[in-house]
């Protein structure tokens, strides 16, 4: 049985969702990350473009310390990473909804994925996704891949009746 955690990124930082991922990646179990989800709302964002983004809790690119999160979006879907620079990432897939990515982030195992909201109106747009950024959509992209492959194989056989 699968174990799917939530947490919501509401206060601009990525720190949450990547202590909770790294906290998954070595092996802890039953975090779950709750916070209140009283956002103001300011009217109905514009919805993204398909295309390659790059958001921060920094406007600027590349900075020790500060999250950041890479994505790549066609139609509604959006695969990508959560990472600090030099340091480790989380991939994920999902949809983007306006300016709001509802994702999967890809713990390792994939057994303790997590359920992760980003409000992107509460981080900083970067207008440049450098090399560093692009390798680690790349990665993502495959780890997406394999997941979603991963969940076909896994996925309960239909029982085949003769007529």
């Known amino acids: 049985m699968k174990r799917f955690l939530q947490a919501s990124i509401l206060s601009g930082s990525l720190k949450t969702v990547l202590a909770v991922s790294s906290a998954l990646v070595l092996g802890s179990t039953g975090i779950a990350v709750a916070e209140p989800t009283n956002i103001a709302a300011s009217g109905p964002a514009a919805p993204l473009a398909d295309g390659t983004y790059l958001y921060g809790d920094t406007d600027q690119a590349n900075q020790i310390g500060q999250g950041y999160v890479v994505f790549k979006k066609q ?3 959006v695969t ?3 990472f ?3 340091s480790e990432f989380s991939c994920f897939t999902g949809t983007a909804k306006n300016q709001r990515l509802d994702v ?3 713990g390792a195992p994939h057994e303790n994925a997590l359920e992760v909201e980003v409000p992107l109106t509460k981080m ?4 440049s996704v450098g090399d560093t950024e692009q390798n680690s ?5 495959q780890e997406v891949a394999a997941y979603q492959k991963q969940q076909q194989i896994a996925a309960p056989v239909t029982q085949w009746t003769t007529p």
Do not use: K
């Open 75 to 77: 139609g509604q879907n």
């Open 80 to 82: 990508g990473a959560f």
């Open 84 to 86: 600090y620079p030099q």
């Open 104 to 106: 999967l982030s890809l």
């Open 124 to 127: 900083h747009h970067i207008q």
């Open 137 to 141: 959509l790349s990665m993502c992209q």
